[in-house]
């Protein structure tokens, strides 16, 4: 005996159905696994202290920008866990060496020196080098000013000559980076 006409010529009713599933399972593992690479690093800009009047080309810096380098101390002194830095970058002028060294001495790191004429190519080194990292940037206004502009992709912010503001500049891996202007 023949079977009937309907089951031998059957066709699959749910297969449209699982394979929908089955790319939406997929997608959703993709979009896990970016979710889950996604990165942000934070840079934290600071300006070297104010300098003390006189005529030589690389002053020290004041009184009032020692007093700023301890409180930049205190700010990213030792502590453990989150909130910690991962690198430090210190320009090579005086003023910025000098800023920096109460931090220095309090993390016991030996801070990436780098040329402030060079802090538009830092910017995007930084990032490439350090993802996902805490990284403090210790300069004069000029590269200050310069390196915001590479990470921002603006023409800066306002008041970066001032050496009382710190800038925290968040860069995801997907998306666009914030400026936090912070007074100290």
Not at 12 to 27: D, E, G, H, I, S
Request: hydrophobic share 45%; aromatic share 6%.
């Amino acid at each position: 005996m023949e079977a009937p006409g309907i089951t031998r010529h059957r066709r699959p009713f749910l297969a449209p159905l699982w394979v929908t599933l089955l790319a939406l399972l997929l997608a959703a593992g993709i979009a896990y696994a970016m979710f889950r690479d996604a990165t942000t690093t934070v840079i934290v800009l600071a300006s070297s202290g104010e300098r003390e009047p006189g005529t030589i080309d690389d002053p020290p810096i004041s009184t009032e920008g020692e007093e700023r380098a301890q409180r930049l101390a205190r700010m990213f002194g030792p502590g453990g866990g989150s909130g910690r830095l991962d690198v430090l970058y210190v320009s090579g002028e005086r003023r910025a060496q000098e800023t920096a060294a109460p931090l220095v001495e309090l993390l016991h790191v030996a801070p990436t020196v780098f040329d402030a004429r060079d802090a538009a190519t830092l910017a995007g080194a930084v990032l490439r080098s350090h993802e996902g990292a805490a990284i403090l940037v210790v300069a004069g206004s000029a590269a200050v000013q310069q390196i915001l502009r590479q990470l921002g992709g603006g023409a800066g912010a306002p008041g970066a000559g001032a050496p009382d503001l710190l800038y925290i500049v968040s860069v995801p891996s997907f998306g666009r980076p914030r400026i936090l202007r912070l007074k100290y």
